[in-house]
């Protein structure tokens, strides 16, 4: 709606993120990009979210209001507090960055799926182990 205060919100761990990103380009531009990065409260930078990693982004020219809408199946961080940037580049140079447009709170849950709940680093990767030896 019309509300400008940042948005806050909870998202277990794992959770899909779904970002909206509306911009409006005063002159056309080649190579128009958006960028949604997760920062800890203490300002380090912990991923990045950016158009130009898309496969199916050409980089063509673009004019006028342009949405950029980055989906994130599977937030891979682990529980804590995080604040949302928000950048726009154009020709691979950041040409406007909006800083803590929102907070998000991961809680905890069962990534894994094995009632094990990850605390220490930063992110969450998928993996197997195999384990052999005498039994």
Known sequence: GGDSRPFTGTLPVGGSLKAVIEVELLEPSERVDAE???????????????????PDNK???????QVFTCDISQLPLVPGEYNLHVGLDVGLKQVDCCRNVAQIMVTGGDFYGTGVEPSQGSFLLKNRWKISGDR
């Open 36 to 54: 949604l990065a997760f920062f800890t409260p203490l300002g380090e930078r912990v991923c990045t979210a950016h158009s130009a990693y898309e």
């Open 59 to 65: 980089g063509e020219r673009l004019s006028g209001r």
